[in-house]
């Protein structure tokens, strides 16, 4: 969901005009929206466990002689489509790997400021009830 999706219903929240069954029917968006955010976050983090696990494999192989120790990482690579393809530039996938690291690190050095202003509130449970 975009950031003016999140400002619009926010608006149309505050419109005193809007009636309980207007108010279901972004409830039911809502939930929709969450459980797919949840579903993409559970297959991201597999993705990034199985990653993880291949470059911990291609250390270890390596630390052990084996005769090829990249095959954990170019194997996982294949599977996700991510292997380069024949002719692409080596030297942009270096470039965009050393980007990547200058952006994490200016990240972890500055992090974003908190928004001053309105505290965002937090749906916890089902039992919350909305101000009137």
């Known amino acids: 969901m975009t950031r003016s999706e999140f400002d619009?219903?926010?608006a149309f929240l505050a419109d005193e005009t809007t009636n309980a069954g207007d108010?279901?029917?972004?409830?039911?968006?809502l939930i929709d929206d969450l459980e797919h955010a949840r579903m993409r976050e559970a297959v991201l983090r597999t993705y990034y466990l199985r990653l993880l696990t291949a470059a911990r494999?291609?250390?270890?192989?390596?630390?052990?002689?084996?005769?090829d120790p990249l095959a954990f990482v170019t194997h996982e690579l294949a599977e996700r489509g991510q292997l380069?393809?024949?002719g692409e530039a080596v030297q942009r996938i270096l470039s965009d790997a050393r980007t990547a690291t200058a952006?994490?690190?200016g990240?972890?050095?500055n992090p974003p400021a908190r928004p001053l202003g309105m505290r965002t509130r937090?749906?916890?449970?089902?039992?919350?009830t909305l101000p009137r």
Request: proline share 5%; net charge positive.
């Open 8 to 10: 619009d219903i926010r």
């Open 23 to 29: 108010l279901r029917g972004i409830a039911r968006t």
């Open 57 to 67: 494999a291609t250390v270890a192989a390596e630390s052990a002689g084996a005769p």
């Open 84 to 86: 380069p393809a024949d």
């Open 103 to 105: 952006l994490l690190a």
């Open 107 to 109: 990240l972890e050095q």
């Open 122 to 128: 937090r749906c916890v449970g089902t039992a919350r």
